[in-house]
Protein backbone atom coordinates (compact mmCIF):
# COMPACT_ATOMS: atom_id res chain seq x y z
CA UNK A 1 0.00 0.00 0.00
CA UNK A 2 2.76 2.57 0.95
CA UNK A 3 4.15 1.99 -2.27
CA UNK A 4 1.51 3.40 -4.09
CA UNK A 5 2.40 5.67 -6.83
CA UNK A 6 0.89 9.14 -5.76
CA UNK A 7 1.74 11.45 -8.77
CA UNK A 8 -1.38 12.65 -10.44
CA UNK A 9 -1.05 12.51 -14.26
CA UNK A 10 -1.21 16.02 -15.90
CA UNK A 11 -4.16 16.99 -17.52
CA UNK A 12 -2.34 20.55 -19.07
CA UNK A 13 -0.68 19.66 -22.24
CA UNK A 14 1.84 22.56 -20.96
CA UNK A 15 3.28 20.39 -18.35
CA UNK A 16 4.39 17.36 -20.60
CA UNK A 17 4.81 19.34 -23.37
CA UNK A 18 8.27 18.24 -24.01
CA UNK A 19 11.57 21.20 -23.06
CA UNK A 20 13.13 23.29 -25.89
CA UNK A 21 16.43 23.42 -24.92
CA UNK A 22 16.09 23.01 -20.91
CA UNK A 23 12.50 25.44 -20.82
CA UNK A 24 9.26 24.86 -20.42
CA UNK A 25 6.50 26.99 -20.84
CA UNK A 26 5.54 26.65 -17.36
CA UNK A 27 8.79 28.03 -16.42
CA UNK A 28 7.55 31.20 -17.86
CA UNK A 29 4.56 31.47 -16.10
CA UNK A 30 6.13 30.41 -12.84
CA UNK A 31 8.99 33.26 -12.94
CA UNK A 32 6.32 35.60 -14.58
CA UNK A 33 3.58 35.11 -11.94
CA UNK A 34 6.19 35.37 -8.67
CA UNK A 35 7.73 38.43 -10.26
CA UNK A 36 5.04 39.95 -10.37
CA UNK A 37 4.02 38.73 -6.49
CA UNK A 38 7.12 40.37 -5.84
CA UNK A 39 6.27 43.57 -7.49
CA UNK A 40 2.86 43.48 -5.27
CA UNK A 41 4.81 42.73 -2.15
CA UNK A 42 7.37 45.89 -2.62
CA UNK A 43 4.58 47.95 -3.31
CA UNK A 44 2.39 47.27 -0.16
CA UNK A 45 5.55 47.30 2.17
CA UNK A 46 6.50 50.24 1.26
CA UNK A 47 3.58 52.33 2.61
CA UNK A 48 4.40 49.68 5.99
CA UNK A 49 7.83 51.56 6.27
CA UNK A 50 6.84 54.30 4.90
CA UNK A 51 4.45 55.29 7.98
CA UNK A 52 7.30 55.77 10.50
CA UNK A 53 8.66 58.73 8.49
CA UNK A 54 7.99 61.43 9.85
CA UNK A 55 4.01 62.82 9.28
CA UNK A 56 2.98 66.50 8.18
CA UNK A 57 2.29 67.74 11.88
CA UNK A 58 5.90 66.92 12.96
CA UNK A 59 7.01 68.50 9.53
CA UNK A 60 4.81 71.52 9.82
CA UNK A 61 6.48 72.40 13.04
CA UNK A 62 10.02 72.10 11.04
CA UNK A 63 10.64 76.23 10.96
CA UNK A 64 10.12 78.34 14.08
CA UNK A 65 11.31 82.24 14.37
CA UNK A 66 12.83 83.82 17.08
CA UNK A 67 12.59 87.00 18.74
CA UNK A 68 16.51 88.41 19.30
CA UNK A 69 16.34 91.73 20.22
CA UNK A 70 16.80 91.11 24.24
CA UNK A 71 19.69 89.46 24.01
CA UNK A 72 22.66 91.38 24.93
CA UNK A 73 26.03 90.53 23.78
CA UNK A 74 27.81 87.85 26.21
CA UNK A 75 24.50 86.51 26.40
CA UNK A 76 22.57 83.33 24.89
CA UNK A 77 19.48 81.76 24.99
CA UNK A 78 18.02 78.41 24.01
CA UNK A 79 15.23 77.59 22.59
CA UNK A 80 13.68 74.61 20.79
CA UNK A 81 13.54 73.72 16.94
CA UNK A 82 12.08 70.33 15.55
CA UNK A 83 12.44 69.32 19.37
CA UNK A 84 15.72 70.06 19.82
CA UNK A 85 17.21 72.69 21.53
CA UNK A 86 19.17 75.56 20.06
CA UNK A 87 21.27 77.82 21.21
CA UNK A 88 21.32 81.40 19.95
CA UNK A 89 24.47 83.43 20.95
CA UNK A 90 25.44 86.88 20.84
CA UNK A 91 29.06 87.09 20.82
CA UNK A 92 31.09 89.91 22.24
CA UNK A 93 34.00 91.65 20.49
CA UNK A 94 36.29 89.36 22.21
CA UNK A 95 34.92 86.20 21.44
CA UNK A 96 35.10 87.00 17.94
CA UNK A 97 38.55 87.98 18.15
CA UNK A 98 39.07 84.16 20.35
CA UNK A 99 37.35 82.55 17.70
CA UNK A 100 39.39 84.35 14.61
CA UNK A 101 43.11 83.93 16.44
CA UNK A 102 42.43 80.39 16.06
CA UNK A 103 44.86 78.83 13.30
CA UNK A 104 42.36 76.34 11.37
CA UNK A 105 44.57 73.80 10.61
CA UNK A 106 44.87 72.48 14.34
CA UNK A 107 41.21 71.90 14.16
CA UNK A 108 39.46 68.74 14.45
CA UNK A 109 36.71 70.18 11.93
CA UNK A 110 38.32 73.18 10.38
CA UNK A 111 35.47 76.29 10.23
CA UNK A 112 35.99 79.58 10.42
CA UNK A 113 33.57 81.99 12.67
CA UNK A 114 32.14 83.36 9.27
CA UNK A 115 31.48 79.98 7.93
CA UNK A 116 29.21 79.55 10.59
CA UNK A 117 27.65 82.78 10.89
CA UNK A 118 26.53 85.31 7.86
CA UNK A 119 27.83 87.90 6.70
CA UNK A 120 27.82 91.24 9.03
CA UNK A 121 26.03 88.85 11.76
CA UNK A 122 29.02 87.75 12.83
CA UNK A 123 28.43 88.34 16.32
CA UNK A 124 25.03 85.86 16.18
CA UNK A 125 26.31 82.74 16.34
CA UNK A 126 23.41 80.47 15.88
CA UNK A 127 23.98 76.33 16.57
CA UNK A 128 22.18 73.14 17.95
CA UNK A 129 22.26 72.46 21.80
CA UNK A 130 23.13 68.87 20.20
CA UNK A 131 26.55 67.52 21.19
CA UNK A 132 27.91 65.83 18.44
CA UNK A 133 29.40 63.10 20.52
CA UNK A 134 26.06 61.00 21.47
CA UNK A 135 23.22 63.97 21.35
CA UNK A 136 23.48 65.16 24.84
CA UNK A 137 23.00 68.90 25.46
CA UNK A 138 26.30 71.22 26.01
CA UNK A 139 26.60 73.54 29.06
CA UNK A 140 27.72 77.25 28.20
CA UNK A 141 24.00 78.90 27.12
CA UNK A 142 22.30 80.03 29.91
CA UNK A 143 24.24 82.75 32.48
CA UNK A 144 26.36 80.62 35.27
CA UNK A 145 26.67 77.54 33.43
CA UNK A 146 30.42 76.06 32.55
CA UNK A 147 31.65 77.18 29.45
CA UNK A 148 34.47 74.85 28.88
CA UNK A 149 38.23 75.39 28.49
CA UNK A 150 37.53 77.42 25.30
CA UNK A 151 34.89 79.64 26.52
CA UNK A 152 32.10 78.20 24.08
CA UNK A 153 30.25 75.01 25.36
CA UNK A 154 30.79 72.36 27.66
CA UNK A 155 29.17 69.03 27.70
CA UNK A 156 29.11 66.84 30.66
CA UNK A 157 27.95 63.56 29.38
CA UNK A 158 31.62 62.56 28.03
CA UNK A 159 33.84 66.46 28.23
CA UNK A 160 33.44 67.62 24.66
CA UNK A 161 34.70 71.16 24.68
CA UNK A 162 33.67 73.66 21.83
CA UNK A 163 34.87 77.41 21.42
CA UNK A 164 33.25 80.49 20.93
CA UNK A 165 32.56 79.34 17.37
CA UNK A 166 30.55 76.25 18.78
CA UNK A 167 33.86 74.10 17.20
CA UNK A 168 35.24 71.02 18.10
CA UNK A 169 38.35 71.86 20.63
CA UNK A 170 38.81 68.84 22.70
CA UNK A 171 37.07 65.46 24.04
CA UNK A 172 35.34 62.97 21.33
CA UNK A 173 32.79 64.97 19.75
CA UNK A 174 33.62 64.53 16.14
CA UNK A 175 32.14 67.93 14.32
CA UNK A 176 31.47 71.15 15.28
CA UNK A 177 27.85 71.89 16.36
CA UNK A 178 25.82 71.75 13.94
CA UNK A 179 24.56 75.52 12.09
CA UNK A 180 20.77 74.81 11.30
CA UNK A 181 19.48 76.43 8.43
CA UNK A 182 18.41 80.16 8.99
CA UNK A 183 17.79 83.55 7.43
CA UNK A 184 17.17 86.80 9.27
CA UNK A 185 13.46 88.60 8.44
CA UNK A 186 14.65 91.56 9.68
CA UNK A 187 17.50 92.97 12.79
CA UNK A 188 15.80 91.63 15.45
CA UNK A 189 14.03 87.89 14.09
CA UNK A 190 15.42 85.42 12.96
CA UNK A 191 13.68 82.19 11.46
CA UNK A 192 15.06 78.79 11.88
CA UNK A 193 14.69 75.70 9.39
CA UNK B 1 -0.48 12.13 11.81
CA UNK B 2 -1.04 11.91 8.05
CA UNK B 3 -1.43 9.48 5.90
CA UNK B 4 0.96 6.32 5.14
CA UNK B 5 1.24 7.40 1.47
CA UNK B 6 2.42 11.20 1.97
CA UNK B 7 5.92 12.19 0.43
CA UNK B 8 8.70 12.34 2.75
CA UNK B 9 10.64 15.05 3.80
CA UNK B 10 14.24 15.00 2.85
CA UNK B 11 16.29 18.30 3.11
CA UNK B 12 18.33 18.66 -0.24
CA UNK B 13 21.17 21.08 0.89
CA UNK B 14 23.66 20.54 3.71
CA UNK B 15 22.29 23.54 5.84
CA UNK B 16 18.57 21.56 5.51
CA UNK B 17 20.32 19.07 6.64
CA UNK B 18 21.45 20.25 9.61
CA UNK B 19 18.90 22.95 10.18
CA UNK B 20 16.56 18.95 10.07
CA UNK B 21 18.24 17.78 12.86
CA UNK B 22 18.57 20.90 15.33
CA UNK B 23 15.09 22.32 14.25
CA UNK B 24 13.03 20.53 11.93
CA UNK B 25 11.36 23.83 11.45
CA UNK B 26 11.17 23.04 7.63
CA UNK B 27 10.10 19.20 7.87
CA UNK B 28 7.09 21.08 10.24
CA UNK B 29 6.25 23.33 6.92
CA UNK B 30 6.72 20.14 4.58
CA UNK B 31 4.04 18.11 6.63
CA UNK B 32 1.45 20.87 7.23
CA UNK B 33 1.00 23.35 4.49
CA UNK B 34 4.24 21.37 1.75
CA UNK B 35 4.08 18.28 -0.62
CA UNK B 36 3.88 16.21 2.65
CA UNK B 37 0.27 17.06 3.43
CA UNK B 38 -1.80 14.36 1.04
CA UNK B 39 -5.06 15.96 0.52
CA UNK B 40 -8.33 15.16 -0.98
CA UNK B 41 -8.35 15.96 -4.77
CA UNK B 42 -12.02 17.16 -4.99
CA UNK B 43 -11.59 20.36 -2.78
CA UNK B 44 -13.38 23.12 -4.18
CA UNK B 45 -14.01 26.69 -3.60
CA UNK B 46 -15.17 26.51 -0.65
CA UNK B 47 -12.33 24.78 1.10
CA UNK B 48 -10.31 28.40 0.01
CA UNK B 49 -11.55 30.41 2.79
CA UNK B 50 -10.09 28.91 5.75
CA UNK B 51 -6.81 30.22 4.36
CA UNK B 52 -8.13 33.30 2.87
CA UNK B 53 -9.21 34.06 6.87
CA UNK B 54 -5.96 33.52 8.18
CA UNK B 55 -4.42 35.86 5.67
CA UNK B 56 -6.84 38.58 6.64
CA UNK B 57 -5.84 38.04 10.48
CA UNK B 58 -2.30 39.00 9.20
CA UNK B 59 -3.22 41.70 7.70
CA UNK B 60 -5.22 42.84 10.79
CA UNK B 61 -1.96 42.15 12.84
CA UNK B 62 0.17 43.82 10.71
CA UNK B 63 -2.32 47.01 10.14
CA UNK B 64 -3.14 46.68 13.74
CA UNK B 65 0.65 47.05 15.45
CA UNK B 66 1.06 50.40 12.80
CA UNK B 67 -1.84 51.31 14.02
CA UNK B 68 -0.85 51.15 17.07
CA UNK B 69 1.83 53.19 16.55
CA UNK B 70 0.09 56.25 16.45
CA UNK B 71 -3.03 55.87 17.83
CA UNK B 72 -3.37 57.02 21.28
CA UNK B 73 -5.59 55.03 23.79
CA UNK B 74 -6.59 58.35 25.76
CA UNK B 75 -10.56 59.46 26.05
CA UNK B 76 -9.13 63.10 25.46
CA UNK B 77 -7.55 62.29 22.53
CA UNK B 78 -8.60 59.51 21.00
CA UNK B 79 -10.54 60.67 18.14
CA UNK B 80 -8.03 63.21 17.97
CA UNK B 81 -5.20 60.73 17.26
CA UNK B 82 -7.72 58.64 14.42
CA UNK B 83 -8.26 61.74 12.49
CA UNK B 84 -4.34 62.32 12.71
CA UNK B 85 -3.68 58.99 11.62
CA UNK B 86 -6.25 59.80 8.70
CA UNK B 87 -4.77 62.94 7.67
CA UNK B 88 -0.59 63.57 8.35
CA UNK B 89 0.76 60.12 8.87
CA UNK B 90 2.45 58.80 5.23
CA UNK B 91 -0.16 56.44 4.37
CA UNK B 92 -2.26 56.29 7.58
CA UNK B 93 -5.32 56.30 5.08
CA UNK B 94 -4.50 53.64 3.49
CA UNK B 95 -3.80 51.94 6.42
CA UNK B 96 -6.19 52.21 8.86
CA UNK B 97 -9.01 51.44 5.57
CA UNK B 98 -7.17 48.35 4.93
CA UNK B 99 -7.91 47.55 8.79
CA UNK B 100 -11.52 48.86 9.29
CA UNK B 101 -12.12 47.03 5.79
CA UNK B 102 -10.25 44.15 6.41
CA UNK B 103 -12.22 43.23 9.66
CA UNK B 104 -14.83 42.92 7.24
CA UNK B 105 -12.84 40.94 4.65
CA UNK B 106 -12.21 38.47 7.65
CA UNK B 107 -15.70 38.17 8.81
CA UNK B 108 -16.77 37.29 5.22
CA UNK B 109 -14.15 34.57 4.93
CA UNK B 110 -15.12 33.20 8.43
CA UNK B 111 -18.52 33.17 7.73
CA UNK B 112 -18.11 31.25 4.39
CA UNK B 113 -15.84 29.16 6.36
CA UNK B 114 -18.10 28.27 8.68
CA UNK B 115 -21.38 27.97 5.83
CA UNK B 116 -19.06 25.25 4.29
CA UNK B 117 -18.75 23.71 7.64
CA UNK B 118 -22.22 23.52 8.42
CA UNK B 119 -23.13 22.64 4.77
CA UNK B 120 -20.98 19.37 4.12
CA UNK B 121 -20.63 18.34 7.80
CA UNK B 122 -17.20 19.09 8.62
CA UNK B 123 -18.43 19.70 11.74
CA UNK B 124 -19.08 15.46 12.56
CA UNK B 125 -16.83 13.37 13.79
CA UNK B 126 -14.00 12.74 13.58
CA UNK B 127 -13.63 16.93 12.99
CA UNK B 128 -15.67 17.67 15.97
CA UNK B 129 -12.85 19.40 18.01
CA UNK B 130 -11.88 21.24 14.38
CA UNK B 131 -15.57 22.64 15.19
CA UNK B 132 -15.48 23.21 18.26
CA UNK B 133 -12.09 25.55 18.26
CA UNK B 134 -13.85 27.09 15.09
CA UNK B 135 -16.62 28.62 17.05
CA UNK B 136 -14.09 29.39 19.85
CA UNK B 137 -12.01 31.57 17.07
CA UNK B 138 -15.12 32.98 16.35
CA UNK B 139 -16.10 34.49 19.77
CA UNK B 140 -12.39 35.66 20.19
CA UNK B 141 -12.98 37.59 16.90
CA UNK B 142 -16.52 38.90 17.90
CA UNK B 143 -14.98 40.28 21.17
CA UNK B 144 -11.85 41.65 19.36
CA UNK B 145 -13.71 42.98 16.64
CA UNK B 146 -16.17 44.74 18.77
CA UNK B 147 -13.37 45.89 21.19
CA UNK B 148 -11.68 47.35 18.09
CA UNK B 149 -14.58 49.34 16.96
CA UNK B 150 -14.73 51.51 20.62
CA UNK B 151 -11.10 52.37 19.42
CA UNK B 152 -11.56 55.57 17.02
CA UNK B 153 -14.15 57.07 20.34
CA UNK B 154 -16.79 58.09 17.83
CA UNK B 155 -20.57 58.86 18.11
CA UNK B 156 -20.81 54.72 17.47
CA UNK B 157 -17.78 53.50 19.45
CA UNK B 158 -19.45 55.16 22.72
CA UNK B 159 -22.98 54.22 22.30
CA UNK B 160 -21.86 50.70 20.91
CA UNK B 161 -19.32 50.18 24.14
CA UNK B 162 -22.33 51.20 26.13
CA UNK B 163 -25.21 49.07 24.78
CA UNK B 164 -22.96 45.81 24.51
CA UNK B 165 -21.26 45.81 28.01
CA UNK B 166 -25.43 47.36 28.90
CA UNK B 167 -26.10 43.48 27.70
CA UNK B 168 -24.58 42.33 31.22
CA UNK B 169 -26.61 44.23 33.38
CA UNK B 170 -29.43 41.72 32.39
CA UNK B 171 -27.92 39.24 34.42
CA UNK B 172 -30.15 39.08 37.20
CA UNK B 173 -28.20 40.78 40.79
CA UNK B 174 -24.62 40.79 39.61
CA UNK B 175 -25.65 42.58 36.45
CA UNK B 176 -25.12 46.10 37.07
CA UNK B 177 -21.77 45.13 39.31
CA UNK B 178 -20.57 42.88 36.29
CA UNK B 179 -21.12 46.08 33.80
CA UNK B 180 -19.17 48.23 36.35
CA UNK B 181 -16.27 45.88 36.17
CA UNK B 182 -16.29 45.62 32.51
CA UNK B 183 -16.31 49.36 32.14
CA UNK B 184 -14.09 50.53 35.34
CA UNK B 185 -16.75 53.18 35.88
CA UNK B 186 -20.47 53.57 35.26
CA UNK B 187 -20.60 54.50 31.52
CA UNK B 188 -17.97 54.04 29.02
CA UNK B 189 -14.83 56.70 29.93
CA UNK B 190 -10.74 56.53 29.81
CA UNK B 191 -10.70 53.26 31.68
CA UNK B 192 -13.03 51.19 29.58
CA UNK B 193 -10.90 52.38 26.69
CA UNK B 194 -7.64 51.39 27.83
CA UNK B 195 -8.39 48.19 28.46
CA UNK B 196 -10.55 47.90 25.05
CA UNK B 197 -7.18 48.52 23.48
CA UNK B 198 -5.07 46.73 25.73
CA UNK B 199 -7.47 43.96 24.92
CA UNK B 200 -7.65 44.55 21.18
CA UNK B 201 -3.67 44.28 20.97
CA UNK B 202 -3.90 41.12 22.24
CA UNK B 203 -6.95 38.70 21.60
CA UNK B 204 -5.54 38.75 17.57
CA UNK B 205 -2.73 36.28 18.97
CA UNK B 206 -4.65 34.33 21.32
CA UNK B 207 -6.99 34.04 18.23
CA UNK B 208 -3.72 32.91 16.16
CA UNK B 209 -2.62 30.57 19.12
CA UNK B 210 -6.18 28.48 18.64
CA UNK B 211 -6.11 28.82 14.85
CA UNK B 212 -2.70 26.95 15.54
CA UNK B 213 -4.58 24.08 17.28
CA UNK B 214 -7.56 24.43 15.11
CA UNK B 215 -4.92 23.44 12.56
CA UNK B 216 -3.30 20.49 14.28
CA UNK B 217 -6.54 19.20 14.94
CA UNK B 218 -7.20 19.41 11.26
CA UNK B 219 -4.27 17.73 10.44
CA UNK B 220 -4.88 14.09 12.26
CA UNK B 221 -8.17 13.01 9.97
CA UNK B 222 -7.27 15.49 7.47
CA UNK B 223 -9.68 17.58 5.24
CA UNK B 224 -13.24 16.62 4.78
CA UNK B 225 -14.29 17.23 1.01
CA UNK B 226 -17.54 17.90 -0.71
CA UNK B 227 -18.75 14.16 -1.10
CA UNK B 228 -18.14 13.76 2.51
CA UNK B 229 -16.76 10.15 2.28
CA UNK B 230 -13.30 9.72 3.13
CA UNK B 231 -10.02 9.18 1.54
CA UNK B 232 -9.92 5.81 1.01
CA UNK B 233 -5.56 5.57 -0.72
CA UNK B 234 -3.89 7.89 -2.70
CA UNK B 235 -5.52 8.05 -5.80
CA UNK B 236 -8.01 10.10 -3.97
CA UNK B 237 -4.99 12.37 -2.65
CA UNK B 238 -2.84 14.95 -3.74
CA UNK B 239 -0.13 16.85 -2.63
CA UNK B 240 -0.95 20.17 -0.58
CA UNK B 241 1.84 21.70 -2.45
CA UNK B 242 2.02 22.67 -5.14
CA UNK B 243 -1.69 21.89 -5.59
CA UNK B 244 -3.60 23.78 -3.23
CA UNK B 245 -1.01 26.41 -2.30
CA UNK B 246 -1.09 27.80 -5.97
CA UNK B 247 -4.98 27.29 -5.68
CA UNK B 248 -5.03 29.49 -2.33
CA UNK B 249 -2.62 31.72 -3.42
CA UNK B 250 -4.95 32.15 -6.91
CA UNK B 251 -7.87 32.70 -5.37
CA UNK B 252 -5.97 35.15 -2.22
CA UNK B 253 -4.91 37.44 -5.45
CA UNK B 254 -8.89 37.36 -6.59
CA UNK B 255 -10.54 38.07 -2.93
CA UNK B 256 -7.38 40.99 -2.85
CA UNK B 257 -8.61 42.78 -5.79
CA UNK B 258 -12.04 43.34 -3.96
CA UNK B 259 -10.33 43.85 -0.70
CA UNK B 260 -8.30 46.68 -2.29
CA UNK B 261 -11.24 47.96 -4.54
CA UNK B 262 -13.21 47.92 -1.52
CA UNK B 263 -10.07 50.05 0.51
CA UNK B 264 -9.63 52.57 -2.27
CA UNK B 265 -12.77 53.32 -3.62
CA UNK B 266 -15.33 52.86 -0.80
CA UNK B 267 -14.03 52.45 2.17
CA UNK B 268 -16.50 53.81 4.47
CA UNK B 269 -19.38 51.84 2.81
CA UNK B 270 -19.44 49.40 5.26
CA UNK B 271 -19.00 51.72 8.11
CA UNK B 272 -21.40 53.94 10.02
CA UNK B 273 -20.71 58.42 9.07
CA UNK B 274 -21.92 58.97 12.59
CA UNK B 275 -18.51 56.99 13.82
CA UNK B 276 -16.74 60.71 12.44
CA UNK B 277 -18.76 62.60 15.41
CA UNK B 278 -16.63 61.99 18.53
CA UNK B 279 -18.12 60.75 21.46
CA UNK B 280 -20.66 62.61 22.71
CA UNK B 281 -21.98 60.77 26.62
CA UNK B 282 -25.27 63.02 26.42
CA UNK B 283 -26.86 62.47 23.34
CA UNK B 284 -27.02 58.63 21.45
CA UNK B 285 -27.50 58.21 17.53
CA UNK B 286 -30.58 58.02 16.04
CA UNK B 287 -30.64 55.17 14.73
CA UNK B 288 -27.90 52.94 16.41
CA UNK B 289 -26.73 49.64 14.84
CA UNK B 290 -23.38 47.57 15.29
CA UNK B 291 -20.94 46.36 12.25
CA UNK B 292 -22.94 44.57 9.25
CA UNK B 293 -21.09 41.48 10.41
CA UNK B 294 -23.22 41.25 14.26
CA UNK B 295 -26.63 42.14 12.48
CA UNK B 296 -28.16 38.40 12.82
CA UNK B 297 -26.76 38.09 16.68
CA UNK B 298 -28.43 42.13 17.35
CA UNK B 299 -31.48 40.89 15.69
CA UNK B 300 -32.10 38.54 17.87
CA UNK B 301 -31.37 40.00 20.94
CA UNK B 302 -33.94 42.82 19.50
CA UNK B 303 -36.39 39.99 18.85
CA UNK B 304 -37.57 39.42 22.69
CA UNK B 305 -39.81 42.22 22.99
CA UNK B 306 -41.70 40.42 25.33
CA UNK B 307 -41.47 38.88 29.06
CA UNK B 308 -42.01 35.08 29.46
CA UNK B 309 -42.91 33.84 32.88
CA UNK B 310 -40.26 35.59 35.44
CA UNK B 311 -37.90 36.40 32.97
CA UNK B 312 -37.69 40.16 31.62
CA UNK B 313 -37.20 40.60 28.19
CA UNK B 314 -34.05 42.02 28.47
CA UNK B 315 -32.84 38.81 30.03
CA UNK B 316 -34.46 36.54 27.56
CA UNK B 317 -32.95 38.58 24.10
CA UNK B 318 -29.33 38.69 26.12
CA UNK B 319 -29.51 34.76 26.99
CA UNK B 320 -31.07 34.04 23.45
CA UNK B 321 -28.31 36.13 21.49
CA UNK B 322 -25.74 34.22 23.31
CA UNK B 323 -27.65 30.63 22.81
CA UNK B 324 -28.03 31.78 18.95
CA UNK B 325 -24.18 31.11 18.98
CA UNK B 326 -23.32 28.44 21.79
CA UNK B 327 -25.87 25.98 20.40
CA UNK B 328 -22.99 25.12 18.15
CA UNK B 329 -20.75 23.75 20.36
CA UNK B 330 -23.29 21.00 20.76
CA UNK B 331 -23.56 20.58 16.56
CA UNK B 332 -21.98 17.56 16.27
CA UNK B 333 -24.23 15.74 18.23
CA UNK B 334 -27.35 17.16 17.43
CA UNK B 335 -26.90 15.84 14.10
CA UNK B 336 -26.72 12.43 14.04
CA UNK B 337 -26.49 11.72 10.47
CA UNK B 338 -23.80 9.35 9.67
CA UNK B 339 -24.02 11.46 6.16
CA UNK B 340 -21.24 14.34 6.04
CA UNK B 341 -21.93 16.78 2.89
CA UNK B 342 -25.28 18.34 1.84
CA UNK B 343 -25.00 17.28 -1.55
CA UNK B 344 -26.47 13.46 -0.97
CA UNK B 345 -29.29 14.54 2.16
CA UNK B 346 -31.97 15.57 0.08
CA UNK B 347 -34.07 16.89 3.07
CA UNK B 348 -31.62 18.53 4.29
CA UNK B 349 -30.32 20.18 1.89
CA UNK B 350 -33.16 22.07 1.39
CA UNK B 351 -34.03 23.26 4.83
CA UNK B 352 -29.99 24.73 4.70
CA UNK B 353 -30.97 26.63 0.98
CA UNK B 354 -34.87 27.47 1.67
CA UNK B 355 -34.78 27.80 5.56
CA UNK B 356 -31.26 28.33 7.34
CA UNK B 357 -29.40 31.00 4.38
CA UNK B 358 -32.72 33.03 4.09
CA UNK B 359 -33.38 33.13 7.99
CA UNK B 360 -29.39 34.25 8.75
CA UNK B 361 -30.49 36.60 5.83
CA UNK B 362 -32.91 37.92 7.11
CA UNK B 363 -31.78 38.22 10.73
CA UNK B 364 -29.19 40.10 9.27
CA UNK B 365 -31.26 42.58 7.00
CA UNK B 366 -33.88 43.16 10.58
CA UNK B 367 -30.78 43.73 12.40
CA UNK B 368 -29.22 46.52 10.79
CA UNK B 369 -32.75 47.44 10.46
CA UNK B 370 -34.57 50.17 13.13
CA UNK B 371 -36.19 48.21 15.73
CA UNK B 372 -40.11 49.06 14.09
CA UNK B 373 -42.34 47.29 12.43
CA UNK B 374 -42.36 44.98 10.42
CA UNK B 375 -38.93 44.14 11.31
CA UNK B 376 -39.57 43.19 14.76
CA UNK B 377 -42.01 40.56 13.73
CA UNK B 378 -39.66 39.27 10.94
CA UNK B 379 -36.42 38.87 13.61
CA UNK B 380 -38.97 36.80 15.71
CA UNK B 381 -39.95 34.39 13.26
CA UNK B 382 -36.54 34.24 11.71
CA UNK B 383 -34.99 33.90 15.64
CA UNK B 384 -37.57 31.01 16.03
CA UNK B 385 -36.97 29.38 12.76
CA UNK B 386 -32.99 29.85 13.84
CA UNK B 387 -33.44 27.62 16.97
CA UNK B 388 -35.36 25.24 15.21
CA UNK B 389 -33.27 24.02 12.36
CA UNK B 390 -30.66 23.56 15.13
CA UNK B 391 -32.45 21.95 17.85
CA UNK B 392 -35.62 20.24 16.03
CA UNK B 393 -35.16 20.15 12.36
CA UNK B 394 -31.32 18.78 12.56
CA UNK B 395 -32.39 16.07 14.92
CA UNK B 396 -35.62 15.26 13.81
CA UNK B 397 -33.57 14.88 10.16
CA UNK B 398 -31.25 12.82 11.01
CA UNK B 399 -33.84 10.24 12.20
CA UNK B 400 -35.79 10.22 9.43
CA UNK B 401 -33.83 11.27 5.99
CA UNK B 402 -33.38 9.30 3.58
CA UNK B 403 -29.78 9.74 2.58
CA UNK B 404 -29.11 9.22 -1.12
CA UNK B 405 -25.91 6.73 -1.82
CA UNK B 406 -22.89 7.66 -1.62
CA UNK B 407 -19.97 7.26 -4.45
CA UNK B 408 -17.38 4.70 -3.38
CA UNK B 409 -14.45 6.79 -3.24
CA UNK B 410 -13.50 10.60 -3.81
CA UNK B 411 -12.01 8.94 -6.78
CA UNK B 412 -15.00 7.12 -8.26
CA UNK B 413 -17.02 10.50 -7.84
CA UNK B 414 -14.51 12.64 -9.39
CA UNK B 415 -13.86 10.39 -12.66
CA UNK B 416 -17.06 9.01 -12.45
CA UNK B 417 -15.67 5.35 -13.35
CA UNK B 418 -15.55 3.00 -10.43
CA UNK B 419 -12.25 2.51 -8.51
CA UNK B 420 -9.82 0.23 -10.44
CA UNK B 421 -8.31 -2.28 -8.00
CA UNK B 422 -5.77 -2.64 -9.85
CA UNK B 423 -3.23 -0.22 -9.74
Known sequence: MASVDTAVEPSDSAVSEPEIGGVRRRDFINIAAVSFGGVGVVATVFPLVNQMNPSADVLALSSIEVDISAIEPGQAIKSSWRKQPIFIRNLTTSEIEAANAVDLSGLRDPESLADRTQPGKENWLITLGVCTHLGCVPLGAAQGEVKGEYDGYFCPCHGSHYDTAGRTRKGPAPTNLEVPEYSFLSDTVVKIG | ?423
Not at chain 2, 30 to 41: D, F, K, L
Not at chain 2, 319 to 328: P, R
Not at chain 2, 398 to 408: A, G, Q, T, V
Open chain 2, 1 to 423: MSFPWAQQYKPTTEFGQWMDEKLPIGRLIYNSVGAGYPTPRNLNYMWNFGSLAGVFLVVQIVTGIILAMHYAANAAIAFDSVEHIMRDVNSGWMIRYAHANGASFFFIAIYLHIGRGLYYGSYKAPREMIWLLGVVIYLLAMATAFMGYVLPWGQMSFWGAKVITGLFEAIPLVGKPIQELLLGGFAPDNAALNRFFSLHYLLPFVIAGVIIMHIWALHIPGSNNPTGVNVKGPQDTVPFHPFYTAKDGWFLGLALIFFTGMMFFMPNALGHADNYIPANPLSTPAHIVPEWYFWPWYAILRAFTFDFLFVPAKLLGVLAMFSAILVWFFLPWLDKSPVRSGDYRPRFKKFFWFGLIPCIVILGICGGAPAEEPYVMLSQLASAYYFAHFLIILPLLSRIEKPEPLPNSITEAVTGKPLEQAS
